[in-house]
């Protein structure tokens, strides 16, 4: 799509319902929809490929912080939260 000049770039977007099942969830492909946010967009780059991982300074869950220097792997599809053992205590 990206090379037959149907995107505007090769970035894409999900925004996905607060209820699981629920209709209304996107996908956008070539950039994102400012009607489905609330902040401004944010490229973070990749450390690496696998797994859609990238690095992750700090963690902040309501007004607490951890500085975490670790490494996220983004993914729409997992429901669960995992890290190092230390990180997730503090948490």
Not at 6 to 21: I, P, R
Not at 60 to 79: P, R, Y
Request: proline share 3%.
């Amino acid at each position: 799509m990206l090379s037959q000049g149907s995107l505007q770039d090769a970035s894409f977007s999900f925004y996905l319902t607060k209820e699981a099942g629920a209709a209304g969830s996107k996908l956008v492909l070539g950039g994102e929809n400012p009607a489905y946010r609330t902040e401004d967009f944010v490229y973070y780059p990749l450390v690496s490929e696998t797994y859609w991982t990238i690095g992750v300074d700090s963690i902040s869950l309501g007004n607490f912080t951890v500085d975490a220097g670790v490494k996220g792997i983004v993914d729409t599809g997992t429901s669960a939260i995992v890290g190092p053992t230390d990180v997730v205590k503090k948490l």
